[in-house]
């Protein structure tokens, strides 16, 4: 199972994700209570060892800006919410960017269908609320042998059942592995990367 351990903001939390067996670390690049700089995330991607994956996270950022930012961060990961278009997964690839495309449980069918970016996230109706889901209602997406992260409203206590129930090939987390907003707890990353893992 990989796992993404998102709106990190320490060198600390990020060192508990890594050593949990975290694949994945985000950072939030847009308007957001767990925002983080450019200049913030060069300063942290020293405690990223090789073979994780730093992402980028923006919302409705113009994906050539989104772009621009990550690339000043040195980040080599673009998560792109909002409103897409395949366009901006090029764009994202041209500029020699990964990208994550970010969809909503309840976006249109299209939506689900493969853009080209590496991973899809799916995310709950109202994304960054911490509220769960009919994850079993990702069996109806045709997104059977596609890398995909599911996301919303996960924890320790239900990742492994909300993984298997979605067939998801992954999974990302933040207010789950949180003690108040954007402060994450080291115990909790441990134990939701140890259950999704298990």
Known sequence: ??????????????????????????????????????????????????????????????????????????LEWIQLHGDRTPEDVKTAHDAGMKVIRAVAIGSAEDAFDSWGEELLLVDAA???SGESWDYSSMRSKGLEGRKWLLAGGL?????????????????????????????????KIRAFVAAAKA
């Open 155 to 187: 924890n320790s206590a239900n990742v492994a059942e909300a993984a298997k129930a979605a067939g998801a090939w992954g999974v990302d987390v933040s207010s789950g592995v949180e003690e108040s907003l954007g402060i994450k707890d080291p115990a």
């Open 126 to 128: 109202f994304p960054g």
């Open 1 to 74: 199972m990989f796992v993404k351990v998102c709106g990190l903001s320490t060198p600390e939390s990020i060192r508990e994700a890594v050593d949990a067996g975290a694949d994945a670390v985000g950072f939030v690049l847009t308007a957001s209570p767990r925002v983080v700089s450019p200049a913030q995330v060069t300063q942290l991607l020293s405690s990223v060892p090789d073979g994780v994956a730093a992402v980028g996270v923006f919302r409705h950022e113009p994906a050539e800006d989104a772009v621009a930012i990550a690339r000043a961060a040195g």
